[in-house]
């Protein structure tokens, strides 16, 4: 069924060390993934996606990892600083055709950063 | 240029009572989506309108309608609160059906308490 889900509910790292954010999914069918990041008091706001035809997609600071065979999705924020400070939700796709018309989001990995 | 905004910002109902959220999405955007967010968890899809008609529904009762006007902001309407009726409610909005996370925009939510 569609669900998504993350390992960690908590997350510390030392400020300008990389973090890794790590999400399983249970669908095998899901083929378009999602990560967002929410700051206290505002909507989530899109981070990065990646299609289910890829393994590996980097953005500005950011890569997301997928690996279909064991449904594992990750996030790595390279040099991560005190602006990181969110809770990130990697969420995938719920509707029939690979976009965003419905999403399915996990429950979150508070990031906290340490000076 | 305004982003996707949502009226009001805190409520507070009783138990039995009806409520009225409303969106306005960003400029230039068609469509509505709208989700439920729990304290510490993800956000869960409530439905989704599209050229004034509900495109795609997620798992709640029909105590939750919607409506999308001429001008694309939409209200959702929850009838005969429930106490675990109490989130977050987001809205997000994009321009059509098919396009990818990085093209739909949340607002900042309105906060529902229901006692």
């Known amino acids: 069924g569609e669900s998504v889900g993350l390992h960690l509910p908590t997350l510390s790292v030392q400020e300008g060390d990389n973090s890794i954010i790590n999400c399983a999914y249970s669908?095998?069918?899901?083929?378009?993934f999602i990560w967002y990041k929410q700051e206290s008091g505002k909507g989530p706001q899109f981070i990065i996606d990646?299609?289910?035809?890829?393994d590996k997609r980097q953005g500005q600071r950011v890569t997301v990892l997928l690996n279909k065979t064991v449904k594992h999705l990750s996030l790595q924020i390279a040099a991560t600083q005190p602006g990181d400070s969110a809770v990130y939700f990697c969420a995938e796709n719920g509707a029939q055709d690979s976009s965003a018309s419905k999403i399915i989001f996990g429950s979150g990995t508070r990031l906290s950063i340490r000076p | 240029d305004a982003g996707v905004t949502q009226s009001p910002t805190h409520l507070i109902k009783t138990r039995g009572q009806q409520v009225t959220l409303r969106c306005s999405p960003k400029s230039g955007h068609d469509t509505v989506s709208w989700y439920q967010q729990a304290l510490g968890q993800g956000p869960q899809f409530i439905f989704q309108y599209y050229e004034e008609e509900e495109r795609q529904r997620g798992n709640f009762p029909d105590r939750f309608s919607g409506h999308q006007f001429p001008n694309y902001s939409s209200e959702l309407n929850v009838n005969a609160l429930l106490l675990g009726d109490s989130a977050l409610y987001l809205c997000a909005s994009s321009v059509g059906l098919a396009g990818g996370g990085d093209t739909q925009y949340f607002g900042p939510g309105t906060r529902l308490t229901v006692l």
């Open positions: 990646i299609r289910s035809n890829m």
């Open positions: 669908n095998s069918a899901s083929d378009y």
